[in-house]
Antibody, heavy 122, light 111 residues
Framework: EVQLLESGGGLGQSGGSLRLSCAAS????????MSWVRQAPGRGLEWVSA????????YYADSVKGRFTISRDNSKNTLYLQMNTLRAEDTAIYYC???????????????WGQGTLVTVSS | QSALTQPASVSGSPGQSITISCTGT?????????VSWYQQHPGKGPKLMIY???NRPSGVSNRFSGSKSGNTASLTISGLQAEDEADYYC???????????FGGGTKLTVL
């Protein structure tokens, strides 16, 4: 059974940093691109970042480029999101999501974690 | 950059069919067949319903179907059931500095 378990959320200061983790199990982690998707309270979904299975290629939304860094440790089956220079608008539930194995691009996410809430205070 | 455009809300009665539209541009929906759809119930994580415009993942009811015409993708739900009441989001590849973009979401109410 595929499981994705996020951690590391909490209260962060504006201008500060937080690091999110996503522990994966139930599939061959290194074979799949992974993404972070966030959802501000009462708002819609926003894609944040993605990383290839090998970790060699990364992608970012313009809204976080230069502030957030996605990475993965395939030996630990864990995905990370280092969030620096936090802003109030980064307040959201952050989900990690696994790419679907048969889709043509990495925007098809067949498994999602339960999410971790990040609140940025000013 | 703006999100894909979805209606804020749609509604239908049990047994009816509804369609949710997702309008993009030639940089995303209009050119690439990388449109996916997600269902999200309150307090829950999203669930993949359609990928690559019209493909259904294993386990998703065949009452859900996807299509595309020009710059607009559509999700159709036939034989509406009470459990279909949820928020629905489209998502597409976009040829830009932000390669993945979501729609603003559509709240489906089953009357």
């Amino acid at each position: 059974e595929v499981q994705l378990l996020e951690s590391g959320g909490g209260l962060g200061q504006s201008g500060g940093s937080l690091r999110l983790s996503c522990a994966a199990s139930g599939f061959t982690f290194t074979s799949f691109a992974m993404s972070w998707v966030r959802q501000a309270p009462g708002r819609g979904l926003e894609w944040v970042s993605a990383i290839s299975g090998s970790g060699n290629t990364t992608y970012y939304a313009d809204s976080v480029k230069g502030r957030f860094t996605i990475s993965r440790d395939n030996s630990k089956n864990t995905l990370y999101l280092q969030m620096n220079t936090l802003r109030a608008e980064d307040t959201a539930i952050y989900y990690c999501a696994k790419r679907d194995s048969t889709s043509g691009y990495l925007n098809s996410f067949d498994y999602w974690g339960q999410g971790t809430l990040v609140t940025v205070s000013s | 950059q703006s999100a894909l455009t979805q209606p804020a809300s749609v509604s239908g009665s049990p047994g009816q069919s509804i369609t949710i539209s997702c309008t993009g541009t030639s940089s995303d929906v209009g050119t690439y067949d990388y449109v996916s759809w997600y269902q999200q119930h309150p307090g829950k994580g999203p669930k993949l319903m359609i990928y690559d415009v019209s493909n259904r993942p294993s386990g998703v009811s065949n009452r859900f179907s996807g299509s595309k015409s020009g710059n607009t993708a559509s999700l159709t739900i036939s034989g509406l059931q009470a459990e279909d009441e949820a928020d629905y989001y489209c998502c597409s590849y976009r040829k830009s500095s932000t390669p993945v973009v979501f729609g603003g979401g559509t709240k489906l109410t089953v009357l």
